[in-house]
C-alpha cells in the first residue's frame, strides 16, 4: 500500500507541474490535492492526454476540440505583432499555421497582413491555399484573381495554374479555358494540358482536345528522367484519352 501511495503522490507532483506549464485553471490543482489519485487521473485524460484544456464549461466532459497550444515559433510571432503591428509579421504567422494546417487561424493572419500591405503577395497566396485546402474553391479564386493582377506570373505560373483549377472546379468553364490557356503559353504543365483538353472536349471540341493530348506526348519524348517520372500519370492519360478515340500513337 505504501508503494501505490507514493506512485499516487508523485503522480499527482507531475500533473500539478504540466498544469503550471500549461497555465491551466488553478482549480485543477486544488482538485488534485484534494482528491489524490483521483484529480490527477482526470486532469491527465481531460486536459494533458487531449492536449489542452477542454471548452465547454463542464470540467469533465470531453468535447470535439482541445485548446490550440502555440509553439515557440507562433508565440514569437505574436509578440513581435503586438510590438510592431507588421504586415510581414502576420504573414509569417500565417504560413506557420499553414504548414500546421490550422487553416481557421492562418486566414485572418493573412487577411490582417493583406490589410496592412495589399502588395504582399505572399499574403494573398496564402490565404488562396487555406481556402482551396478547405474546399471553398471560390474564395480561393477571388484571392487568386487579385494576386494575378499584381503579379501573373507569381510562383513560376503556378498561382495561374491554381486559379485556372479553381474555375474549373467551379464550373466556370469558360474561364478556365482562358485561365489554363495562359498558363500553357508560358509553362508546360503536363497537367494544365490535360484538363485544357478536358474542357476543350468537354465542350465539343474534340479535334483540339485530342491535339492537344497529343502535345503531352510529343513533349514527353524530350524529357530528362528525373521530370518524366514526375510527369508519368499525366502522359499515360494523354494515352488513354487519345486510345479511347481511336488516335494510336507510337
Excluded at 490589410?115 to 491555399?129: I, V
Excluded at 484571392?143 to 495554374?161: P, Q, T
Excluded at 491554381?162 to 508546360?188: F, S
Aim: net charge neutral; hydrophobic share 40%.
Amino acid at each position: 500500500m505504501e508503494i501505490i501511495y507514493t506512485v499516487a503522490i508523485i503522480f499527482t507532483i507531475w500533473m500539478c507541474l504540466d498544469c503550471v506549464q500549461r497555465k491551466e485553471p488553478f482549480v485543477w490543482i486544488i482538485i488534485m490535492v484534494v482528491l489524490i489519485p483521483i484529480g490527477a487521473v482526470a486532469y491527465y485524460f481531460t486536459v494533458k492526454a487531449a492536449g489542452g484544456t477542454r471548452k465547454t464549461g463542464k470540467m469533465f466532459s470531453f468535447p470535439q476540440q482541445a485548446k490550440e497550444i502555440d509553439t515557440e515559433e507562433t508565440l514569437q510571432f505574436k509578440e513581435l505583432i503586438n510590438l510592431y503591428h507588421k504586415a510581414f509579421h502576420y504573414e509569417k504567422l500565417g504560413h506557420l499555421y499553414l504548414e500546421q494546417k490550422k487553416y481557421d487561424l492562418a486566414i485572418p493572419s493573412f487577411e490582417n497582413a493583406i490589410k496592412k500591405d495589399p502588395e504582399l503577395s505572399e499574403a494573398r497566396y496564402g490565404l488562396a491555399k487555406c481556402f482551396h485546402a478547405m474546399g471553398d474553391h471560390v474564395k480561393a479564386a477571388e484571392v487568386l484573381e487579385e494576386l494575378i493582377k499584381i503579379d501573373k506570373k507569381y510562383d513560376y505560373g503556378n498561382a495561374l495554374f491554381g486559379l485556372a483549377e479553381c474555375y474549373r472546379m467551379t464550373g466556370q468553364d469558360d474561364k478556365a479555358l482562358a485561365a489554363y490557356q495562359a498558363v500553357i503559353k508560358a509553362h508546360r504543365f503536363f497537367k494544365a494540358y490535360h484538363y485544357y483538353a478536358y474542357l476543350l472536349d468537354k465542350n465539343g471540341k474534340k479535334e483540339e482536345a485530342v491535339n492537344y493530348m497529343k502535345k503531352i506526348i510529343g513533349f514527353s519524348k524530350d524529357l530528362p528522367e528525373y521530370k518524366l517520372e514526375k510527369e508519368r500519370y499525366w502522359i499515360d492519360e494523354a494515352y488513354k484519352y487519345l486510345r479511347n478515340n481511336g488516335v494510336e500513337m507510337a
